[in-house]
Structures are given as structure tokens and as C-alpha cells.
């Protein structure tokens, strides 16, 4: 009776056992299993603080996972993992596991934004307002003040040169007092990669470079280019620069696409036709390739230039105005 009792236990405890390892075995491949619940691609944005259940229930109903419950035996699971804040993007099926797994390590959603060179301020706070999370306003002010590279150059009046163009990576949390940083640092890294010890006035080298960078996006120019401003800099002579005087407009919010004759004759300090010698800072965010040029321009007599008229971007130079005359007569011809 004993033994047939025992038996009779045995083979229920194997069963249940059985049952066990069948249902783990089915939760274990439901938790694995990708699942879609969405048509189009989903983005979540867990605010810090944000409770794992919360974080569950935001899942479950954008269809990203089954139940909110996989969810909350996930992290039962895994009890010391840290869920990290911030947007995330879902775009395929995935396991629960493996979207647990994204949080966990931060695996934010980072927005792209690519800042052409030569682009000044105004261009810069066009592009990040864009984006929706950085109003364009808020970027200007902060660009208008010269403290986050005033220790590198005591004599900029803004940031304006020192927003090193490049593509950076973004979330919804950056701000604009975050990306300005961002892009001074790496204007840093690429100064001191660029720069020889020695004395030199930063600001006059970002601004020199800055207006190189407005004249040409030839490569092989670039050091020409910057040898005629040197030139003309060192005779006294005035820059007559075309972007110098656009800048001056768009600092007085009144350029219009056009340079008029009262833009020519405008006295801002910034309008080089009427004001020997460079601006008082740089007009625009130039380049590696731009400020190489600035700091080592090309040893030349050249004074004048003007640019090709075959669509090439490149530019005839020359050490006498007849001869510049005579291009500048050759390009409206061949316009």
C-alpha cells in the first residue's frame, strides 16, 4: 500500500514537474519570440524617473511588446539592471528580452544633424530649430556671447567662427546650451591639431579663415585666396569682400538675398569696403581646410581675384588691377 502510495506520488510529482518545465519552456520562448504589434515605426521617450511599469504599460500599448506583464518578469529577472531614460526608436519585431536589453545599456534614438562649412549663426540656429527639441532663438543668444571659447581667443565678440562644422549625434534632451559646447570643443580638437606653437591672434586667424571659407570651396584655392587678404592687409589696403558686407546686413536683420549700393556704403565695422583691415570677428564657421589656409597661406604678390566663369568654382588672381580688369571683363563675357 505504502510502495503503491509512493509510486502514485512519484509519478505526479514527475508530471508536475513536467508541467513546470513545459509552461517555463513556453514562457521562456514567448519572451524570446520577436513581436510586432505596430505598423509604423514607433518612438518612445522615457522621461527620467519613469517606473518600470509605466515603462511596461507605454511599451505594451504602442504594440512593441505582447503584455506589459513580459515586461515587468523581465526585470523580476534581472532585478540590478538600471533602465536608462531617454527616446527610443523601434522600427522591426524584437524579443522582449531584447527590448530590455536596449534600455538597459541606453540605446537612445539620436537625431543627425549635419552643419555644412561655412555656415554662420543664423544658419546654424535655422537648422537645429528643425529638429523640433532646440528652438533657434535659444541657440542665437547663447551664440552671441563669446564665454565658451573666451579663454582660447580673449578677442572674439561671439561664437561665431568657433561652431566647428561636422555632423553630431542628438537626442530630445540635448540643449542648445549643449551643442554649442559640443561644437566649440571640437573646434578646440581641430585647433590644436592645426596650430604650431607660436603666437598667433586667434581671432584674426578664425576670421581671415572664415572669409576664405565664404570666397571658395576649392581646396587648391583656399591658400591664394588667403594670400591676396594677407596681401592686402599688409599694404593697408581695404578687403572689399563681398561676405563681409552680406554679414554686416545680417547682423542689422536687413539682407534680403541681394547686396545693394547702401549695403556697400553701410558703416558697420563688419563692412570691409569701408573699413580697412579684417572684421571684428569671423563671419561665418570655416573649416580645417579654411583655417590651414589662414595660418599658412600661400607666399604670393596677388592682390585681386575673380572667380572663372565655366562653373568651375576656381579663380583667376592677379597682381595688378588692369589685369584683374581684364578677368573681371572675361567673366561677364562668359556669363
Known amino acids: 500500500m ?31 519570440s520577436p513581436y510586432q504589434g505596430f505598423s509604423h515605426e514607433v518612438f518612445l521617450n522615457f522621461e527620467k524617473g519613469t517606473s518600470t511599469s509605466s515603462m511596461a504599460q507605454q511599451l505594451a500599448a504602442a504594440g512593441v511588446i505582447r503584455r506589459r506583464w513580459d515586461f515587468l518578469l523581465v526585470r523580476a529577472l534581472q532585478p540590478r539592471a538600471r533602465l536608462q531614460a531617454g527616446e527610443y526608436r523601434f522600427a522591426s519585431p524584437v524579443s522582449v528580452w531584447t527590448v530590455f536589453d536596449r534600455i538597459v545599456r541606453g540605446d537612445v534614438f539620436y537625431y543627425e544633424v549635419t552643419i555644412p562649412e561655412g ?9 537645429l530649430d528643425k529638429l523640433g527639441f532646440i528652438k533657434g532663438p535659444d541657440f542665437l543668444k547663447l551664440a552671441r556671447s563669446p564665454a565658451l571659447i573666451a579663454d582660447l581667443s580673449p578677442h572674439a565678440p561671439s561664437l561665431e567662427g568657433y561652431l566647428f562644422p561636422s555632423t553630431y549625434r542628438l537626442t530630445r534632451r540635448t540643449t542648445a546650451a549643449q551643442i554649442a559646447r559640443m561644437m566649440t570643443d571640437l573646434f578646440r580638437r ?9 603666437t598667433v591672434d586667434v581671432n584674426r586667424a578664425v576670421t581671415l579663415a572664415s572669409i576664405v571659407e ?19 592687409l599688409r599694404l593697408g589696403m581695404t578687403l ?9 546686413a545680417l547682423l542689422e536683420n536687413r539682407y534680403r538675398g541681394v547686396i ?10 563688419y563692412n570691409t569696403y569701408r573699413h580697412a583691415g579684417l572684421p571684428p570677428g569671423p563671419i561665418a564657421n570655416p573649416g ?17 581675384f575673380v572667380a572663372k566663369p565655366d ?12 589685369e584683374h580688369n581684364r578677368h573681371v571683363q572675361e567673366y561677364r563675357h562668359g556669363r
Do not use: M
Not at 555656415?119 to 537648422?127: L, P, R, T, V, Y
Not at 569682400?241 to 554686416?248: K, L, S
Not at 599658412?296 to 604678390?301: I, K, M, S, V
Open 2 to 32: 505504502n510502495s503503491g502510495r509512493s509510486g502514485w506520488l512519484v509519478r505526479l510529482f514527475v508530471f508536475a514537474l513536467f508541467l513546470l518545465v513545459l509552461a517555463a519552456g513556453g514562457l521562456a520562448y514567448r519572451l524570446a
Open 119 to 127: 555656415s554662420n549663426i543664423f544658419d546654424i540656429a535655422q537648422i
Open 190 to 198: 581641430r585647433w590644436q591639431e592645426l596650430h604650431k606653437p607660436g
Open 214 to 232: 565664404k570666397e571658395t570651396g576649392i581646396s587648391g584655392d583656399r591658400p591664394r585666396v588667403a594670400s591676396v587678404y594677407v596681401n592686402r
Open 240 to 248: 572689399d569682400c563681398d561676405p563681409t558686407t552680406i554679414y554686416a
Open 260 to 269: 545693394h549700393r547702401s549695403d556697400l556704403e553701410n558703416d558697420n565695422a
Open 288 to 304: 580645417a581646410a579654411s583655417l590651414e589656409a589662414a595660418l599658412q597661406p600661400a607666399q604670393t604678390d596677388f592682390l585681386y
Open 311 to 322: 562653373g568651375s568654382g576656381q579663380h583667376w588672381f592677379s597682381t595688378t588691377l588692369a
